[in-house]
């Protein structure tokens, strides 16, 4: 029997429940172009946010969709795009601009085969690295991953309140697997999702200083037309956003903005463990992968194999300090993507010789299946 608490259940697909999750986060602004396979997300988007009294804007390319996101967040309004590898590359730009400018946004990327038109239709793993790098120059970003419907939801809330809390621009890595499945999931109620807000000031505007070096690593932050004077430029700019090439305020600036990052591991780094307290095998898995994983690990437990699995929700910033000590206690590890070894590549190194690495890798846009990778367990 239904209890009160138990939320509505529906039918979507993964891009759907992004859309839900952006919304019941407060995501009133959302700027795209259609692309395979991330366009039910902007198809959603159109109709969805005039209902909750939002703005959807189909644009002329991925460079003016991350543009316009950029200036719905400046004036005060939580805003997200949603694109495929090719888009992705196009947005590079402009995401380094809200790196540098301090803004709050979403970006999803709905990843498929490449690179450039590549396999449009089928699924990939090979954004990771360009959503850590792909942007120039030094900077901190967090970027998480969703591997069922439900995820798709419930860290899409949470990309949006990471980015509100920490001034940032946040990444979600899905892939055309995750996108199109479609599972029953749970929406909660509003009052049971935790919606955070980006800290507005306090003082009055005269006081004011946009980018001030606080504990937290990060400012408040005015809109425009509030009556702040508030100076935005992608250049490195000192504390009242004024472009600057003094050493003594470059960096300053720059520690800053990683600071406000690396000094919150704790609530930003997530990883989804089953079955490792005893584990001497152990599979590292995200996206749609890890879903053959989940599945390969318990059928290896049955026939003995004492494996585990830890699913990275964050894949950056890289959760180092929950990796370490599991690679300690297991005899080897196997890291199954969709590329040619994207993530294995930063676990081998923080491995440092202290157990075997091995990997599972496909390129030619089909899933890995839960039988390959519980072969490769048991040989393991």
Not at 196 to 208: F, G, T, V
């Amino acid at each position: 029997m239904a209890t009160k608490n138990a939320g509505r259940q529906v039918l979507l697909q993964g891009n759907e429940a992004i859309v839900e999750g952006a919304l019941a986060a407060g995501c009133r602004f959302f700027a795209g172009y259609p692309i395979t396979p991330a366009t039910e997300i902007s198809e959603a988007m159109s109709y969805r946010l005039p209902g909750v009294d939002g703005t959807f804007i189909q644009m002329e390319d991925e460079i003016a969709s991350m543009g316009a996101v950029i200036g719905a967040s400046l004036a005060g309004v939580k805003a997200m795009t949603a694109t495929s590898g090719p888009g992705f590359s196009l947005m590079q730009e402009n995401l380094g601009f809200a790196c540098v400018a301090e803004v709050p946004c979403v970006i999803v990327d709905v990843m498929r085969g490449g690179p450039s038109t590549g396999i449009p239709t089928h699924v990939s793993q090979g954004d990771v690295m360009q959503a850590r790098w792909g942007t120039h120059g030094d900077h901190p970003i967090i970027v998480l991953a969703v591997s069922t419907t439900q995820d798709c939801f419930s860290i899409t809330v949470k990309a949006f309140n990471l980015s509100e809390k920490y001034r940032t621009p946040v990444i979600i890595l899905a892939d055309e697997v995750v996108a199109h499945t479609r599972e029953k999931i749970r929406l909660p109620h509003p009052g049971e999702i935790e919606v955070l807000d980006r800290i507005r000031p306090n003082m009055p505007p005269d006081w004011y200083i946009p980018y001030e070096n606080n504990s937290r690593g990060v400012p408040p932050m005015s809109s425009f037309g509030e009556g702040y004077r508030y100076h935005v430029t992608g250049l490195i700019h000192d504390v009242r956003g004024f472009p600057t090439e003094r050493p003594d305020e470059i960096v300053p600036f720059m520690n800053r903005i990683f600071r406000k990052i690396n000094q919150h591991f704790a609530d930003i780094q997530m990883v989804h463990e089953e079955s490792t307290e005893d584990a001497e095998v152990l599979v590292v898995a995200y996206g749609s992968v890890s879903r053959s994983a989940r599945r390969a690990v318990r059928e290896a437990r049955q026939r003995g194999v004492k494996a585990g699995l830890a699913q990275l929700i964050t894949l950056w910033p890289f959760p180092r300090q929950t990796m370490e000590p599991l690679l300690r206690k297991v005899r080897a590890v196997l890291v199954p993507e969709l590329n040619m070894g994207q993530m294995s590549r930063e676990i081998k190194r923080i491995n440092q010789g202290m157990t075997r690495i091995e990997t599972l890798n496909r390129i030619d846009g089909t899933l890995i299946t839960p039988a390959e990778i519980f072969a490769r367990l048991v040989k393991l």
